[in-house]
C-alpha cells in the first residue's frame, strides 16, 4: 500500500470522511493524486465518486514535474474510471502554462488553450477540464472553446512529437474522420477498449452506435490521416471480431 493512503489511514482524515458520509453530511468521496499507481490503490477501495487528475499531451508523454507514469499506465486510469463511473475534473490542463508557448513546450510547439481543452475532454472519464484563471476576461477567453471549429480544436499536431511507445495507439482525435462509410471511429476504438476491461455499459453504447466497425469497407482513408500510425483497417476487422 502507497504511504500516501497509509498515511490518511492513520491520521484518521479517511475514517473521519466515512462516518460523515455515513451521516449523510458528506454525499460523495473524492481523491486527487498525481501518480497513476496510487491511484489504482485508491480504485480498488472503491470509496470515491471522482478524481481530479493532471491531464495534458506533456503528462501523457511523461514530460513535466508531474508526469508520473507512461502512456499506458495513464491511459488504464482513464479507462478505469470510465467503467467504475468515477468521474475526471482535470487539472494542468496546460501543463502550468509550458503548453501555450513554443518556448516553454517541452515539445517545442505550442498548443492553443482550447486544443489542450479537447484533448483532456476525448479521453475516457473526463467530465470537466478546470484550467487555472486569474480574471473573468481570462474565464471569457476559455468560454470561447464552445465557438471553436473542429479545425481549431484538432489537436493532432501532438502525433508528430508523441514518443515512440505512443505510436501505432487510438487517442480518439477522429482526425482520420471523415470516415466514408460514416463510421465514428474514435468512439468505435474507445468503446472496445473500454469493453476490452470489462465496461459492459461500453459495450451497450457500441451495439447501439448506427454505423460500428462492421461497417468499414477498408479504404485505407483513416490509416493515411492518422498522426498515430495506428492500423485502423486491421482494427476494425479486430474490433468487428471482438463484437
Not at 467503467?83 to 501543463?95: A, D, E, H, N, T
Not at 517541452?106 to 486569474?134: E, N, R, S
Not at 480518439?172 to 468503446?191: L, S
Amino acid at each position: 500500500m502507497s504511504d500516501e493512503i497509509q498515511r490518511e489511514q492513520k491520521n484518521g482524515i479517511l475514517q473521519y470522511l466515512l462516518d460523515m458520509r455515513d451521516q449523510g453530511v458528506v454525499k460523495h468521496i473524492g481523491a486527487s493524486s498525481h501518480t497513476p499507481s496510487v491511484i489504482q490503490e485508491i480504485l480498488d477501495t472503491d470509496l470515491i465518486d471522482m478524481l481530479m487528475f493532471s491531464v495534458n499531451p506533456a503528462y501523457d508523454y511523461n514530460h513535466g514535474d508531474y508526469a508520473y507514469g507512461g502512456v499506458d499506465e495513464r491511459a488504464d486510469v482513464y479507462k478505469r474510471c470510465e467503467k467504475l463511473g468515477v468521474g475526471i475534473s482535470v487539472m494542468k490542463p496546460f501543463s502550468g502554462g509550458q503548453l501555450l508557448s513554443d518556448k516553454t513546450s517541452p515539445f517545442g510547439k505550442a498548443l492553443t488553450q482550447y486544443q489542450c481543452i479537447k484533448y483532456a475532454l476525448d479521453k475516457p472519464g473526463i467530465l470537466t477540464v478546470l484550467p487555472g484563471a486569474q480574471s473573468v476576461a481570462e474565464i471569457d477567453a476559455l468560454l470561447e472553446y464552445y465557438e471553436k471549429s473542429e479545425e481549431e480544436l484538432d489537436y493532432s499536431i501532438i502525433g508528430s512529437f508523441a514518443p515512440p511507445e505512443a505510436s501505432g495507439k487510438c487517442v480518439y482525435c477522429n482526425h482520420c474522420e471523415p470516415c466514408p462509410a460514416g463510421i465514428d471511429i474514435g468512439a468505435v476504438n474507445k468503446f472496445y477498449d473500454l469493453a476490452r476491461i470489462g465496461d459492459d455499459m461500453a459495450r451497450e453504447h457500441y451495439l447501439t452506435l448506427e454505423k460500428n466497425a462492421s461497417d468499414c469497407v477498408s479504404c485505407g482513408h483513416c490509416n493515411s490521416r492518422c498522426p498515430f500510425s495506428v492500423d485502423q483497417m486491421s482494427r476494425m476487422q479486430e474490433i468487428r471480431s471482438f463484437f
